[in-house]
């Protein structure tokens, strides 16, 4: 089989890799414009930063010429769960087991931690430890809140793009990424990590009382969660459809064309419903299926995205208003950190550390979630630059997709633009090829050297053990709750038509694209992910029982079989099949 176009080197050093986690951010093979634009340098460069920031490592235990965080290896993107092993087992209270649960959930192939020369280094250790001891007393995080500002200030004064020339727009778009990104991505993985010592500290203080489940609930209806804010202004726009007549009818035409039938309307309520559309698309419009590439489609590119979605929750029940089961949760959460609280009080300083650690869960949940939204906001304005050239290529007739842009490798892209036409067949083989390694099945994890792609399955190829009434499936803890109904598998957020209202989502992977889609739904099933995956805390802040890491289960479940899904448990029980 062709190769991928652009791809790095294993670490001998690090030699464990996975798709857990970074499966989510980057389902599809990585883009050859992504990859040679920021990813040996920006990306790897921001975790570097992040890592020897924490104190967990110093810049000279990582190879100067390859990357070591992450890897692209058979166009996937890979994360080196050896680091995060070794991160785990030099910092205080934590473990590479920890560290596995928290990121990785509960899949199969992951063999088990062996200690190597270099991994305990009680300097490290110590350096670690003055880190986290300011993570559990800080307040608030003043980083992600300035680099909030940045990104704000960066669409406010987005310039006329159509204005521009593609050669100026092109420069636009790349010296934003190259000012910026290592910054923001390197302050969203130090928060990332951070996250993990508080989340870490209830687990095994819930577990030593024997209230394993309270430790999500505890980190449950946090608010301020960014990612989590387009779902409740989706919710809203869906009730303004739901109360009148007019706009419920421009729906049932359909989503396509649906902004034109309302403005042809010219009611009161269609006005102000276009006009919040336009103030939800430019507070948010940078989210979408895939946002980390600058060549995919997100809802300011294609609102029909986002339309999609709210569609689907003015079906709903009121009664499933998101803030209402926000609100729910903050105050069970408040609850059980006083009366757990008061259960330590004889033990002073088990007491101090579980309070600490209620406290910086909040703080570090919302910051991981703005610290992510502030690096994909910075993206999106690269994309909105480069997407203005790729309309304009495909008007020309010189490319095929707006977003063919993305498979051009950095050092092309002049050549491109000044000859547009002779890129033409070369992007169509490079789709082609894409599509081709989109339809491999790859390795969910691997050791040292990876297969050969030629040897991996195509997905949806390899067997699968069936399901029977009364099978439990294990997962992990997501969000807590316990809900029983039909189960939709959906296999594409872009046409979730297929889920009624109060039905339960199974679902491969969750990106925020997936996520107004839970609002509407009674529960929510998924393939990969992990307690601290991104999906799992927006879930947590719908209020939504989800339960991550139950392996194949978009396979397993039939579709329109009823099922229990316990997320305080990490269960999923079969009800009744179809």
Same mark, same amino acid.
């Given at each position: 089989?062709?190769?991928?176009?652009?791809?790095?080197?294993?670490?001998?050093?690090?030699?464990?890799?996975?798709?857990?986690?970074?499966?989510e951010v980057f389902p599809d093979p990585v883009g050859p414009l992504t990859y040679t634009l920021a990813m040996p340098t920006l990306v790897e460069g921001a975790w570097r930063d992040a890592l020897?920031?924490?104190?967990?490592?110093?810049?000279?235990? @990582?190879?100067?010429?390859?990357?070591? !965080?992450?890897?692209?290896?058979?166009?996937?993107?890979?994360?080196?769960?050896?680091?995060?092993?070794?991160?785990?087992?030099?910092?205080?209270?934590?473990?590479?087991?920890?560290?596995?649960?928290?990121?990785?959930?509960?899949?199969?192939?992951?063999?088990?931690?062996?200690?190597?020369?270099?991994?305990?280094?009680? *300097?490290?250790?110590?350096?670690?430890?003055?880190? @986290?001891?300011?993570?559990?007393?800080?307040?608030?995080?003043?980083?992600?809140?300035?680099?909030?500002?940045?990104?704000?200030?960066?669409?406010?004064?987005?310039?006329?793009?159509?204005?521009?020339?593609?050669?100026?727009?092109?420069?636009?778009?790349?010296?934003?990424?190259?000012? /910026?990104?290592?910054?923001?991505?390197?302050?969203?993985? #130090?928060?990332?990590?951070?996250?993990?010592?508080?989340?870490?500290?209830?687990?095994?203080?819930?577990?030593?009382? %024997?209230?394993?489940?309270?430790?999500?609930?505890?980190?449950?209806?946090?608010?301020?969660?960014?990612?989590?804010?387009?779902?409740?202004?989706?919710?809203?726009?869906?009730?303004?459809?739901?109360?009148?007549?007019?706009?419920?009818?421009? @729906?049932?035409?359909?989503?396509?064309?649906?902004?034109?039938?309302?403005?042809?309307?010219?009611? *009161?309520?269609?006005?102000?419903?276009?006009?919040?559309?336009?103030? #939800?698309?430019?507070?948010?419009?940078?989210?979408?299926?895939?946002?980390?590439?600058? !060549?995919?489609?997100?809802?300011?590119?294609?609102?029909?995205?986002?339309?999609?979605?709210?569609?689907?929750?003015?079906?709903?029940?009121? !009664?499933?208003?998101?803030?209402?089961?926000?609100?729910?949760?903050?105050? *069970?959460?408040?609850?059980?950190?006083?009366?757990? +609280?008061?259960?330590?009080?004889?033990?002073?300083?088990?007491? +101090?550390? @579980?309070?600490? !650690?209620?406290?910086?869960?909040?703080?570090?949940?919302?910051?991981?979630?703005?610290?992510?939204?502030?690096?994909?906001?910075?993206?999106?304005?690269?994309?909105?630059?480069?997407?203005?050239?790729?309309?304009?290529?495909?008007?020309?007739?010189?490319?095929?997709?707006?977003?063919?842009?993305?498979?051009?490798?950095?050092?092309?892209?002049?050549?491109?633009?000044?000859?547009?036409?002779?890129?033409?067949?070369?992007?169509? *083989?490079?789709?082609?090829?894409?599509?081709?390694?989109?339809?491999?099945?790859?390795?969910?994890?691997?050791?040292?050297?990876?297969?050969?792609?030629?040897?991996?399955?195509?997905?949806?190829?390899?067997?699968?053990?069936?399901?029977?009434?009364?099978?439990?499936?294990?997962?992990?803890?997501?969000?807590?709750?316990?809900?029983?109904?039909?189960?939709?598998?959906?296999?594409?957020?872009?046409?979730?038509?297929?889920?009624?209202? %109060?039905?339960?989502?199974?679902?491969?992977?969750?990106?925020?694209?997936?996520?107004?889609?839970?609002?509407?739904?009674?529960?929510?099933?998924? /393939?990969?992910?992990?307690?601290?995956?991104?999906?799992?805390?927006?879930?947590?802040?719908?209020?939504?029982?989800?339960?991550?890491?139950?392996?194949?289960?978009?396979?397993?479940?039939?579709?329109?079989?009823?099922?229990?899904?316990?997320?305080?448990?990490?269960?999923?029980?079969?009800?009744?099949?179809?």
């Open positions: 089989m062709e190769p991928w176009i652009v791809g790095s080197e294993p670490s001998e050093r690090f030699p464990l890799w996975t798709r857990a986690n970074v499966g020897v920031r924490m104190g967990a490592f110093t810049h000279d235990e @990582f190879a100067p010429d390859r990357m070591e !965080s992450l890897g692209v290896f058979g166009g996937y993107c890979y994360l080196n769960a050896s680091l995060t092993r070794i991160l785990g087992e030099r910092a205080p209270g934590l473990s590479a087991q920890a560290m596995d649960d928290l990121f990785f959930g509960a899949q199969p192939g992951i063999p088990p931690y062996e200690v190597a020369v270099g991994d305990v280094n009680e *300097e490290r250790t110590a350096a670690i430890g003055a880190t @986290f001891q300011w993570a559990m007393t800080t307040d608030k995080l003043e980083e992600p809140a300035a680099s909030e500002v940045l990104v704000r200030k960066l669409r406010e004064a987005r310039p006329d793009l159509e204005s521009m020339s593609n050669e100026e727009l092109w420069t636009y778009g790349q010296d934003l990424l190259l000012k /910026d990104f290592r910054q923001l991505f390197g302050e969203h993985i #130090f928060t990332t990590f951070l996250s993990t010592v508080p989340v870490g500290a209830l687990t095994q203080i819930c577990e030593a009382i %024997g209230r394993p489940a309270d430790a999500m609930k505890i980190i449950s209806g946090v608010g301020d969660v960014e990612s989590a804010a387009p779902s409740m202004a989706m919710w809203e726009m869906g009730r303004q459809i739901a109360a009148d007549a007019g706009l419920n009818a421009a @729906f049932d035409a359909g989503v396509e064309g649906v902004l034109d039938r309302i403005a042809e309307s010219g009611s *009161e309520a269609a006005t102000v419903f276009l006009a919040d559309f336009v103030a #939800f698309l430019e507070r948010f419009g940078a989210r979408g299926p895939k946002e980390w590439e600058a !060549s995919n489609h997100v809802w300011e590119t294609r609102p029909e995205l986002a339309l999609a979605a709210i569609d689907r929750m003015r079906l709903a029940d009121a !009664s499933q208003a998101p803030s209402g089961k926000n609100l729910l949760m903050a105050v *069970e959460r408040e609850r059980l950190v006083a009366e757990i +609280g008061e259960m330590l009080a004889g033990d002073p300083e088990t007491q +101090g550390m @579980f309070m600490a !650690s209620a406290n910086a869960a909040t703080v570090f949940q919302a910051g991981r979630e703005r610290t992510k939204t502030n690096a994909i906001k910075l993206i999106h304005e690269t994309r909105m630059a480069l997407h203005t050239i790729g309309r304009r290529m495909v008007e020309a007739g010189v490319c095929d997709e707006v977003g063919d842009y993305g498979l051009l490798r950095i050092e092309e892209a002049q050549d491109w633009l000044a000859n547009p036409g002779a890129f033409t067949e070369t992007l169509r *083989e490079r789709r082609k090829l894409f599509d081709e390694y989109s339809a491999l099945q790859e390795p969910f994890v691997f050791v040292g050297e990876i297969a050969d792609p030629g040897t991996w399955p195509r997905k949806g190829e390899t067997a699968v053990a069936s399901v029977a009434v009364g099978d439990v499936l294990e997962g992990f803890s997501g969000c807590p709750g316990v809900v029983t109904a039909v189960a939709r598998v959906v296999l594409d957020p872009i046409d979730p038509t297929a889920l009624a209202p %109060g039905e339960i989502l199974v679902a491969p992977m969750t990106d925020p694209s997936w996520t107004p889609l839970f609002v509407a739904a009674g529960g929510v099933i998924v /393939d990969v992910g992990a307690a601290q995956s991104h999906a799992m805390i927006v879930s947590r802040e719908l209020g939504i029982a989800c339960v991550p890491s139950v392996t194949d289960a978009t396979r397993r479940i039939p579709d329109g079989a009823t099922v229990e899904v316990n997320g305080d448990a990490g269960t999923v029980t079969i009800v009744a099949l179809p």
